[in-house]
């Protein structure tokens, strides 16, 4: 039988680090597991702490017992560990809002619960979003079971930064929106492989947003509003990644980092109402404002 979890507490959580990993979960104990072995096994940014909110139905995710060890090893290795429920639903938007309120972290890694992170990639992402100095850097998640299905057509949109990242207004409809072409599939593992990098080496391309994996300077989130949108959104919402991103891009500039060591379990989605696309309601009300 499993010993009971200790879920520790926000305010012995919350001090000042370097990063923190902020995961938002319901019903998936196993891709909770999978999720949180990734980051278990991580090398190179000792110390880093961890939130996992549950909105599950029934007991939270991380009382399953595979989830459960890897908490417990990731506390055994060094790594603050806080276990929250969030409940009732207020939408995605809101449960990332909260989520960034548990953290003073000076990084913040917004990763999905259906995301496993290869060894290297949590350090590659801290040295690519210091040493480029933007507002986030992300790694945009492989689809393996494309692996064989190559894309050519959707590679003209990969495009390298050549120096630091500079502030973009991304707007639907334009070149730099249709960015987000690359990320599907295994479109970048593809493009990742034609690059032959060197062990090590690592690249910043131009991005619209990405998905399920995106490391933040948390000041820099904050000043561009974080997820506070929330409250002008109905609950039964998506795209609130790509909204906070577009505000982020536009005051403090972003980039995709490869080769990205994030993986999609590819699991069904538990977002099934998916009325609204949040990042169309903040951009309209900014351009009312303009």
């Known amino acids: 039988m499993t010993r009971p979890l200790d879920p520790g507490t ?28 990734g980051l278990a096994a991580q090398e190179g940014v000792p110390g880093f702490g961890v939130v996992v909110s549950d909105q599950s139905d029934g007991e939270p995710a991380y009382a399953h017992p595979a989830a459960a060890t890897m908490v417990r090893a990731l506390r055994h290795r060094g790594h603050p560990v806080l276990l929250t429920r969030r409940l009732p639903r207020r939408g995605l938007a809101e449960h990332r809002s909260y989520l960034l309120a548990q953290s003073a972290a000076d990084a913040v890694l917004c990763l999905d619960d259906d995301v496993w992170l290869e060894p290297g990639a949590l ?5 690519a979003l210091d040493e480029l100095g933007c507002g986030f850097v992300g790694n945009a998640v492989h689809g393996l079971s494309y692996a064989d299905d190559v894309r050519p057509e959707t590679h003209r949109h990969y495009e390298e930064w050549a120096g630091p990242p500079v502030p973009e207004r991304i707007q639907p409809g334009t070149p730099e929106w249709h960015r987000a072409s690359i990320h599907p599939a295994a479109n970048l593992l593809h493009v990742t492989e034609k690059l032959n990098l060197a062990a090590g080496e690592w690249r910043a391309y131009k991005i619209s947003w990405i998905g399920g994996c995106v490391l933040y300077d948390r000041a820099k989130l904050v000043d561009s509003g974080g997820f506070d949108f929330w ?60």
Do not use: C, K, M
């Open 123 to 127: 350090s590659r992402l801290v040295t």
């Open 10 to 37: 926000p305010e012995r959580f919350r001090q000042r680090r370097r990063l923190d990993v902020l995961i938002p979960t319901r019903n998936r104990p196993a891709e909770l597991a999978v999720t949180l072995s």
């Open 231 to 290: 409250e002008r959104l109905p609950e039964r919402h998506q795209g609130e990644d790509v909204a906070a991103q577009l505000a982020v891009l536009e005051r403090h500039g972003g980039a995709g980092v490869l080769p990205s060591g994030a993986y999609h379990l590819e699991s069904p989605t538990t977002v099934t109402e998916r009325d609204v696309e949040a990042w169309e309601v903040v951009l309209s009300e900014s351009s009312a404002e303009v």
